[in-house]
Nanobody
């Protein structure tokens, strides 16, 4: 199994920056895709960014050009650098990992709250 622990959330003013981290432990070598999702009150959880073990990245349209996902395979950590933050970015940010092999198990962290003030 894989355990995911997010950190780095907090309060930031609009236009500011924040970096959240996701530390993975356990069978991290079996993980392919890792990513960040977020969920705001009253809204469904949405994809923010994903990164494969090979470094391929994809982003939601709403964060393209502002957020950057990266991966440190040595430290088994995934980062999300968030720049030019907007109030609508306020949400609980969750780390997700998907195993390489079937049945493609989804692992989730408990989330870290990011609040962007106007």
């Amino acid at each position: 199994q894989v355990q995911l622990v997010e950190s780095g959330g907090g309060l930031v003013q609009a236009g500011g920056s924040l970096r959240v981290s996701c530390a993975a432990s356990g069978s991290i070598f079996s993980v392919n895709v890792m990513g960040w999702y977020r969920q705001a009150p009253g809204k469904q959880r949405e994809l923010v960014a994903v990164i494969t073990s090979g470094g391929t990245t994809n982003y939601a349209d709403s964060v393209k050009g502002r957020f950057t996902i990266s991966r440190d395979n040595t430290d088994n950590t995934v980062y999300l650098q968030m720049n030019s933050l907007k109030p609508e970015d306020t949400a609980v940010y969750y780390c997700k990992a998907i195993s390489k092999a079937p049945p493609f198990v989804n692992y989730w962290g408990k989330g870290t709250l990011v609040t962007v003030s106007s």
